[in-house]
């Protein structure tokens, strides 16, 4: 076996689509890793189960690093076989790509070390799990949400500014208000953005609050203008999944004529 | 009256659909003292009522148990009676069915006894008051409702998986974040996975919330990503309920040659 | 003029169809007079506004009395004119009628005297407003909307009962989980509830928390039930709207023949 | 060049629409100095920032109002080579349009100084920031999303008027039960009005919670009507923007004739 099909198998089984049965097995097994990572990432931080299984965690990041690495490696290597990626500047753009940054993120920590606040990097992973639904039935559902979430994007950017706006006269009024009486809580406008965010979305956690009556006035418009935040992008999704879903089921009707049988113009779609 | 008839009559009492105004008469008997078993397992818990109504609540305890009891056994005797349930092994199928597990582990605690915390399952036998939909007109809406959700069960479970992921994310970044601030709220990943609920779905309780302007602002994406949170399945749910709707109001169109009047086949549907 | 005229006269001069000019400005009046009374009721209870413009509450309180029980006293009297009503029986139908109960509620707290919490039922007069709506041309928005809510009914039954399902699985998991720990939030289950509500809601006080790990899991379970709790209703009366305002654009398609110009059954609805 | 020319070149430099490549870049210049501004004015609340960089702060609000000033004189100057616009009273009509009282409220508070808090009016000015989708492709959805509030507005005020009915009956409610408990967080109605809004908007602060068992269940009905609070707008916007995309998307049927082949009037649109 020469090196142009070595190559080309290697990156064949790296790649989902392509790996066959042995592919998604290499698939599976890495998807696995990232998600016992991932967890041991989690679980690491409580401190009691740190302290019984620490060396436990460490052999995993060892072995997970390694994997990964190994990955990292042969992903480089082997994707001058893919069209469009064979010559150097092919590699080095595949380098730059943003799964690959997320790869090589995800084990440099381990080798410049100290850095262990970097360790979050790893849990970005995760959005490799979304590779997953590739492979099943769920492709059709995240196609559709793609597609609507594309087709209705000016009106969910529209409704994005209209929420910043909205946020910046908010924390504006309230900074006005309400900063002389609590100087603290209110210190700036960007201090007040928290406290704008907190009313705006509903969430309310009640450690800032408008203790003014004006205050008060204000902290009900913005409260109420919460809903249409929420009313504006839930209308404009669910318009645009049912667009979605009307084009899905009403094919272009075909229209034969009733004497000879033969299709006929149909100009009215 | 012979073994079979009798048995055939105690299936169709039990039946909601077949047992006539005497079956409806005994499901509606076990329906109410479904709910008076669940308020007395409710109003037991507040201490004044307790102490002064102790004595009937046990005599209620008791007669439930003993009709339940007597309605379980019933069941599992006349289920023979149906068809594809006639054999031994149809019998046990019966038995491990969801309804009858549910029916068995509504009175076991009475007997096993001293185990108080398993009376929690009772609460669980409020779902059997599903089955008066039954009987009544509700069952189409019922049945709308469950046609929708297993037909857009893809697009609902890749929400709750998104939802799984950025709560991943959020609770791991608001650790990396306010940990070192707040160590005792944000001692660990798992524990600031609390937060994350509260905050994603608005909940907002306000016992744990973010101090630092990074967690802040972490916290102020987390609160908007809750809006998408209540969006996308209020409206793929929306697209679903109109799908349903449209498909009802829309019978097959037939269309009719203008000629000899006959009936024409449409292949635009 | 003799009494049937002038009753009918009266009666037309209540009746906000019928009236003309004249019966608008009556409507209008006593519109005024409710807004004015519900406003000086709210004011009211502002102690300063009460000491320094006590007398002149008191004084509105008078006037508007002795309007509204004319006004009730008119309607009984004039209801005769109405087909349908011209009995004893009628009058008697009519006077146990929703709004007319509300308007004699309304008075009788005056009469009675001392029970000055029964003020409170003035404020239900306030209902009395959406009698504005038959004036104007937001009817229609009125009737689309009753309409939606009845078509939907057996829908948002079975949401609400779902809900009443899901708070009480909710409250006694709650009070079995957190009660040893809190006995004073969680001191029995019909106490739970308010959590239950709180967090399913997604109001998120923070005045009752779960602090155990397995109650912040029940908790978190419900905040997310807590979205479709939103998801639901939002996404039925949204096809609710949708089919209505569908049936209003598409009216009965004619099919002519081509030939002849002949209506053609069209048999497609 | 004659004083019309030059008037009516100024004119479409400043005009969004008619400028060409140097109005969009006037345009741009004075988009950018109302965000610099906006943002200016926000950091200048932060006291560190203020200051270590006051001085240019100050210099920043002498070159924009100089700026903004030259704009306002220049718009009104040239708005008479607009068509309707030509004579004196036209131009008064301008001045007293809302984009042009905005722009004189926003230089004014320099030139009357002292009136520090009046600054507070350069953050209307943020609403200039809509002008910027007049040049992008983003007009569309602006123009569909007011077409549909447009549309839906008898709906919206509806659902304001009954938000605000359950407010008033909300708030009047609490007061008169948890008044006599808690009289300094519920001293009047106008008062109890922030508990009501922060309840049905689900933002629940638990700033003021109720703690009687009356009180608790009129907080939670509150809550439970501030989910069709959401549901209402959000269902209401919902159809609005189907039926809009339903429009767009269905021209005209044309049906033609199966033996001539000529267009057949469609009678059933």
């Not at 799964?99 to 440099?108: K, Q, T």
């Not at 070390?113 to 360790?119: E, I, M, N, Q």
């Not at 609507?148 to 994005?160: A, E």
């Not at 928290?194 to 409260?223: E, F, K």
């Amino acid at each position: 076996m020469n090196y142009i099909a070595v190559r080309g198998r290697m990156f064949a089984l790296l790649d989902p689509e392509r790996g066959g049965r042995k592919g998604r097995a290499v698939d599976f097994f890495i998807m696995g890793l990232i998600f016992l990572s991932i967890l041991s990432i989690i679980l690491e931080t409580v401190a009691p189960i740190r302290q019984q299984y620490g060396l436990w965690f460490d052999r995993l990041e060892v072995f997970t690093v390694a994997v990964f690495t190994i990955e990292y490696i042969l992903r480089i290597w082997t994707i001058t076989a893919k069209e469009g990626y064979s010559s150097v500047r092919g590699r080095l753009r595949y380098m730059t790509s943003y799964h690959m940054v997320i790869d090589l993120l995800a084990v440099l920590p381990f080798f410049i070390g100290g850095f262990v606040d970097l360790r979050f990097l790893r849990v970005v992973r995760i959005f490799r799990i979304i590779r997953v639904f590739k492979l099943a039935r769920y492709s059709k559902s995240l196609q559709t949400m793609g597609y609507v979430l594309r087709k209705k994007k000016p009106d969910l950017i529209i409704s994005t500014i209209a929420t910043g706006i909205l946020l910046v006269l908010a924390s504006s009024a309230i900074y006005f208000i309400e900063g002389p009486v609590q100087p603290e809580e209110f210190s700036s406008i960007p201090a007040s953005f928290w406290w704008g965010v907190v009313t705006m979305t509903t969430v309310g956690y009640g450690d800032v609050t408008p203790v003014t009556t004006a205050g008060r006035i204000i902290g009900s418009l913005v409260a109420f203008l919460g809903i249409g935040l929420f009313a504006l992008p839930a209308s404009i999704l669910a318009s645009g999944f049912i667009e979605e879903a009307t084009q899905e089921e009403k094919p272009r009707p075909y229209v034969y004529c009733p004497h000879c049988g033969e299709e006929l113009p149909n100009k009215s779609r």
